[in-house]
């Protein structure tokens, strides 16, 4: 049975390669590309992201992106933001003043709070607000890595938190968009569970890969 096609975007930011290893490992046939016509196939799309917000908008913009993003999100195929990726699909964030982000989901992106250590860099604990979400199911409350400095907003799209001064949104969900704040391929075994619940929205009979 064949595998379901994902399109991990390529805009030259980073380890990209890393978030496709993880896909292909959870049951998806994850190809790192910046080609319009292959991500308007697949089944489902990835926007991974690492580094300062503003040059990984210029950078999306700047392969052409930025608008096949959109159009994917709104698609109603399942899409994922990792990271950087994840604050990429709101309205802007105040580490890039005046650079308007994808506003594929509402609101900005805001530093952390002035208590802790900025950024981020250590594992923490998922709180889950809505611990019935596909996107979290069999997790339990897990551990996973973060690497952030900014975060996005708690609301009604919050699935799950950290705690890291206060609560910090971790996994967000509307519709068919999901978002994470850690990186669930540098985050063993929970980390790919997670990209594999993602996975069985895209073809479940073919999300059969072990995590081990």
């Not at 698609?75 to 105040?94: A, D, N, T």
Request: glycine share 10%; net charge neutral; aromatic share 6%.
């Amino acid at each position: 049975m064949s595998k379901p096609l994902v399109a991990v975007l390529d805009y030259g930011i980073g380890n990209l390669r890393s978030a496709q290893k993880a896909l292909i490992r959870v049951g998806s046939d994850a190809r790192l590309t910046s080609d319009i016509g292959l991500i308007a196939e697949a089944d489902g799309v990835v926007l991974p992201g690492v580094g300062a917000f503003g040059a990984c908008m210029k950078a999306l913009h700047g392969v052409g992106l930025a608008g096949a993003a959109v159009s994917a999100a709104a698609s109603g195929r399942p899409f994922i933001g990792i990271c950087v990726g994840m604050q990429l699909l709101y309205e802007g964030s105040e580490e890039s003043p005046g650079i308007a982000g994808l506003g594929v989901l509402p609101g900005q992106i805001t530093r952390l709070p002035s208590t802790v250590k900025r950024p981020q860099m250590q594992w923490n604990r998922l709180d889950l607000i809505e611990p019935d979400h596909p996107s979290v199911a069999g997790l339990g409350t897990p551990w996973l890595y973060f690497v952030h400095s900014y975060r996005a907003p708690v609301d009604h799209t919050t699935v799950a938190t950290v705690d890291y001064g206060d609560a910090v949104t971790a996994v967000t969900a509307r519709d068919n968009v999901w978002a994470t704040q850690c990186h669930p391929e540098k985050s063993s075994v929970a980390g790919l569970e997670l990209l594999k619940n993602w996975v069985k929205t895209l073809a479940p009979a073919t999300a059969e890969t072990s995590t081990r």
